[in-house]
DNA sequence: TTCCTCAATCGAAGCGCTTCGACAAGCTTC
DNA sequence: GAAGCTTGTCGAAGCGCTTCGATTGAGGAA
């Protein structure tokens, strides 16, 4: 079952290299300047033989894991492409930094937080999807374990927080039909259910939406079946005959928002304007295509991991960085 | 920055509870009798502690990390939630047999195999969307790190498979059009590339489709773009007036073919039938909802996991598992 | 009683690495 | 040319755990 060799070891390369196992730990780390010529020879013994050094003993001598934790919500009701574009772009990150990453699932919630700080396997922490209250927040807070966490609780003082600026993106939506001569225009978000969970992204791209629309700006919060959806903008369009734009925030729902606005007879893009704030493909997979925010999964994840880089180097990092969001016309 | 007493190691435990620190060690592993009330007070002390093992030091010493590596596909093309679905399943099942869960992206490559082989980082490897020919198959038997792969090489020998028997959801699927009265049907696949990329389901599922169907059955892959569903369609409609039966084994353009075949004048459900290879929310967003058969990932990733912790304790395991496909009629 | 066995526990030896202090050379600097 | 720096290297001491004898005392067999 074994390979050969079983196990390359630090001696076996200090062995081949002719030199003491410190002299190799401190070429492979360059914490300690080592003649050019001898860095060379260390450098042909570990390729020649393949060495990798031995993570445990490494995270037992050195109190450092190389290893991260990302924790996803792996409930029902999130856009699972999003999760997994962000996963992705963190995994590769991480490994720009020789960091492998630890995929943990929010169920297990904050004892799962203590596991892996009491025991050292991870250096560090991402949360994914953290809620205005999240039980998850105040354990991190008592562990000290060094975390960026990828939205916004209640209470941010003293985390590292990273997320889209949600609000910017309400309001970009809402400038966006303004602009195209709405005077009547609805938010329609995900369901109640969403809201109720007080998910802070869904709370901030309402503020974000009503906030510089003034009058004739509603939010209407929707489930994504096709029923529901058809329903809920028949109510829209009965409520408000005037009403000619639309920011839909509910990936699923948009094909089912066209197809209703289609058989009310709204000639999107022409005398009705809808905008999206979801992926690119679910803007781009209807007729006509529409302009949409994009929630940049890949960005916010480097950014998260970049941030966690520098804290457990023991550098400083912004509290609260909120990216921009680009509106893409199609 | 770090909480109270900064890591609480077995030597704490030991004195707390009045013991040898190879007692504590014995309890938590249960590889010598101990005592009843010795057990308890190490238990208890444990408790009062917060005592969880340093995942290095215990890695070291016992040659086994706790962690399992999986190598996900996390290249465009894939259905992102079905994966999405297979880690959550893999990370919970590993969690059950006290596992983590490494999560490591396909672009690392053998390489990527090499360094965790050799670095120990995990125990064993599960490697997601295997292809026929895979690079990563070779160098896995060379390394001889225990793994259990889901889909199927080319040369399987030695290896641990597991996956949904597509061959038979292809066959399923084309019975179920038959039983239905068609007479003419078509398998509606994915794009070109992932058939060029001898992705193994997507062929067994063509032959699964074709095997049993007789003459009148059709394989036709196709793009998932709107506009080169509607194509596709209406060329097969042109090329062969009585086909009355669609397979659709490509989630994005479900959609699509719903109305290209409205748009046809079909009725689907009366004088025309789909079925679908996927996820169930496809096939119920559409309107009428259509039959499908699953692709069921946690299932597989359930397996998947448990085959791998089997191997690591050293029992056998079946070298290939083919999980029965399920028709769900709506 | 004496000898043997067995269950329960202890102490010590590593596992493979990092890191600290030491120490030779080879430089300056006066 | 002695004193002081650097620079490059080495050896040894752990990191916290598991595991392998060794040890102790109690119970049974003889």
Redo the contacts with the bound molecule.
């Keep these: 079952m074994a390979g050969p060799g079983r196990?390359v070891?630090?001696?076996d390369v200090a062995a081949r290299a002719?030199?003491?196992?410190?002299?190799v730990?401190?070429v492979?780390?360059g914490?300690?300047?080592?003649?050019p010529?001898?860095?060379d020879r260390v450098m042909h013994a570990v390729a020649d033989l393949g060495?990798h050094?031995?993570a445990g003993?490494?995270s037992?001598?050195?109190r450092r894991a190389g290893v991260v934790a990302m924790m996803l919500p792996l409930r029902d009701g999130m856009h699972l492409p999003v999760l997994m574009q962000f996963a992705s772009g963190a995994v590769t990150e991480a490994r720009c930094h020789d960091q492998d990453v630890l995929l943990m699932t929010a169920d297990e919630g904050p004892a799962g937080l203590a596991r892996v700080a009491a025991s050292a396997i991870v250096d560090g922490l991402i949360l994914m999807d953290v809620e205005v209250r999240d039980p998850r927040v105040e354990t991190l807070r008592r562990l000290g374990l060094p975390s960026v966490l990828i939205g916004f609780p209640a209470d941010a003082a003293g985390l590292t927080c990273v997320d889209l600026d949600f609000t910017a993106a309400g309001r970009v939506c809402a400038e966006y039909l303004r602009e195209r001569g709405c005077g009547d225009i609805a938010l329609l978000g995900a369901s109640e259910a969403v809201y109720a969970r007080r998910t802070g992204f869904a709370e901030r791209v309402r503020e974000g939406f009503l906030g510089r629309s003034g009058p004739g700006a509603t939010v209407q919060p929707c489930p994504d079946d096709p029923v529901s959806v058809q329903r809920t903008v028949k109510e829209l369009l009965a409520a408000n005959p005037a009403l000619n734009g639309i920011a839909v925030h509910n990936e699923p729902a948009v094909g089912h928002v066209m197809h209703a606005l289609a058989d009310a007879g709204k000639l999107v893009g022409e005398d009705f304007h809808v905008v999206v704030i979801g992926p690119d493909e679910v803007a781009e997979r209807v007729h006509p295509q529409l302009p949409s925010v994009l929630v940049p999964a890949e960005t916010l994840a480097e950014t998260a991991v970049r941030h966690l880089m520098r804290k457990l180097d023991g550098l400083d990092v912004p509290d609260s960085t909120l990216v921009e969001p680009q509106l893409t016309i199609r």
């Design positions: 196990g070891t630090i001696a002719g030199v003491a196992a410190s002299t730990s401190y492979l780390s914490k300690r300047s080592i003649s010529e001898t860095a060495y050094p031995h003993a490494r037992l001598a050195s």
